[in-house]
Nanobody, 123 residues
Framework: QVQLVESGGGLVQPGGSLRLSCAFY????????IGWFHQAPGKAREGVSC????????SYADSAKGRFSIFRENGRNTVILEMNALTPDDTAVYYC????????????????WGEGTLVTVSS
């Protein structure tokens, strides 16, 4: 049975950092693109970062580039999203998701989703 479980969300001050984790059960990550998405209050869900299943290349939304890093923990079925220099605009529920043999993590084509973890950036 496939499960994706996010963790690491919480309350952080502007300028602070958080490390989100997504643990995968029932799938082999080598065959999936892995994406992080967020959904802010009143907004649509959108992509934040992606690891391609084809070559392992990473991509980032413009708002995340230079601040966030996505990577797989060595030897573990876990993908990390490191977030730095957080601002209130980063406040959202963050989701991880997987797409079999994917490349670019389109929000409407992911095969499996976690339940999300809430990140609140506030003073």
């Amino acid at each position: 049975q496939v499960q994706l479980v996010e963790s690491g969300g919480g309350l952080v001050q502007p300028g602070g950092s958080l490390r989100l984790s997504c643990a995968f059960y029932g799938i082999t990550l080598d065959y999936y693109s892995i994406g992080w998405f967020h959904q802010a209050p009143g907004k649509a869900r959108e992509g934040v970062s992606c690891i391609s299943s084809v070559d392992g290349s990473t991509s980032y939304a413009d708002s995340a580039k230079g601040r966030f890093s996505i990577f797989r923990e060595n030897g573990r079925n876990t993908v990390i999203l490191e977030m730095n220099a957080l601002t209130p605009d980063d406040t959202a529920v963050y989701y991880c998701a997987a797409e079999a043999y994917g490349t670019s993590c389109p929000v409407n084509a992911m095969d499996y989703w976690g339940e999300g973890t809430l990140v609140t950036v506030s003073s």
